[in-house]
């Protein structure tokens, strides 16, 4: 596949844009213009067909986009299509949440293996996912293809376990332990979730939005 670089800004709406397009495929439209896809996002006309020209010509003029077609070339590009293999380590609370709750086949990952420490956990299978002793990771990683970590150990365990990981050569890692990760020398690509971003975002707005109603309400008294 041909890539130009792309930016981060784009990159990030792209699952945005696959979330709104398997919509319309479920609800059977199956053509949307640049201007009502732009409409049901909340984004310009021009942004999407800026976003979308980053990866070559999707629309034709005067028709649109053909949905089925734009949702697959969009899965192509975020790989969902290249079957990566993922890897968990650590199945406490988060660990099973995402063994038990999240589906990993639906955006392209098999999940082949999870690690942990726990004598109570090695050698049982979750959802048909072995759980293997730590002891056992770099061996693992030696004879099966694995893409990404899943990162759900404890913060304390977090710089070790990344260590071993980087030191096998995994591509990259998918960091749930709330201690940023940053390997600048490693070429490891990793991707910090922090549940508490996305509701603190939140909770700026509800704060912006009340110190408006108190101001608002603080001018119309002195009036
Ligand atoms: P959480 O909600 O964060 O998953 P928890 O209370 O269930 O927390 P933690 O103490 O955070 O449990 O540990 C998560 C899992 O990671 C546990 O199953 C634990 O045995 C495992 N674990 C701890 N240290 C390591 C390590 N160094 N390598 C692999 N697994 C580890």
């Given at each position: 596949?041909?890539?130009?670089?792309?930016?981060?800004?784009?990159?990030?709406?792209?699952?945005?844009?696959?979330?709104?397009?398997?919509?319309?495929?479920?609800?059977?439209?199956?053509?949307?213009?640049?201007?009502?896809?732009?409409?049901?996002?909340?984004?310009?006309?021009?942004?999407?067909?800026?976003?979308?020209?980053?990866?070559?010509?999707?629309?034709?003029?005067?028709?649109?986009?053909?949905?089925?077609?734009?949702?697959?070339?969009?899965?192509?590009?975020?790989?969902?299509?290249?079957?990566?293999?993922?890897i968990l380590i650590?199945v406490?609370?988060?660990?099973?949440?995402?063994?038990?709750?999240?589906?990993?086949?639906?955006?392209?990952?098999?999940?082949a293996a999870a690690f942990d420490i726990n004598?109570?956990l090695i050698g049982t299978v979750?959802?048909?996912v072995p759980i293997y002793s730590m002891d056992d990771l770099e061996k693992f990683l030696?004879?099966n293809?694995?893409?990404?970590?899943?990162?759900?150990?404890?913060?304390?365990?977090?710089?070790?376990?990344?260590?071993?990981?980087?030191?096998?050569?995994?591509?990259?890692?998918?960091?749930?332990?709330?201690?940023?990760?940053?390997?600048?020398?490693?070429?490891?690509?990793?991707?910090?979730?922090?549940?508490?971003?996305?509701?603190?975002?939140?909770?700026?707005?509800?704060?912006?939005?009340?110190?408006?109603?108190?101001?608002?309400?603080?001018?119309?008294?002195?009036?």
């Amino acid at each position: 596949m041909k890539r130009l670089k792309v930016s981060n800004n784009v990159i990030r709406r792209l699952p945005r844009y696959l979330r709104k397009l398997d919509e319309l495929t479920e609800n059977g439209v199956s053509r949307i213009s640049s201007f009502e896809l732009g409409h049901q996002l909340g984004l310009t006309p021009s942004q999407i067909r800026q976003d979308f020209s980053c990866f070559g010509e999707f629309g034709q003029q005067g028709y649109g986009y053909n949905v089925p077609a734009l949702r697959d070339q969009i899965a192509a590009i975020l790989g969902m299509d290249r079957g990566f293999t993922a890897i968990l380590i650590g199945v406490g609370n988060i660990g099973h949440a995402l063994m038990d709750n999240f589906c990993f086949a639906e955006w392209g990952f098999r999940l082949a293996a999870a690690f942990d420490i726990n004598p109570e956990l090695i050698g049982t299978v979750f959802n048909g996912v072995p759980i293997y002793s730590m002891d056992d990771l770099e061996k693992f990683l030696a004879e099966n293809k694995v893409d990404v970590a899943v990162l759900t150990v404890p913060k304390e365990a977090a710089i070790s376990v990344t260590a071993r990981l980087t030191g096998c050569g995994i591509d990259a890692i998918w960091n749930f332990t709330n201690l940023e990760l940053t390997e600048p020398n490693s070429p490891t690509i990793v991707e910090n979730i922090h549940f508490s971003d996305s509701l603190l975002s939140l909770s700026y707005y509800v704060a912006e939005r009340k110190d408006e109603i108190a101001a608002r309400a603080a001018r119309a008294e002195k009036q």
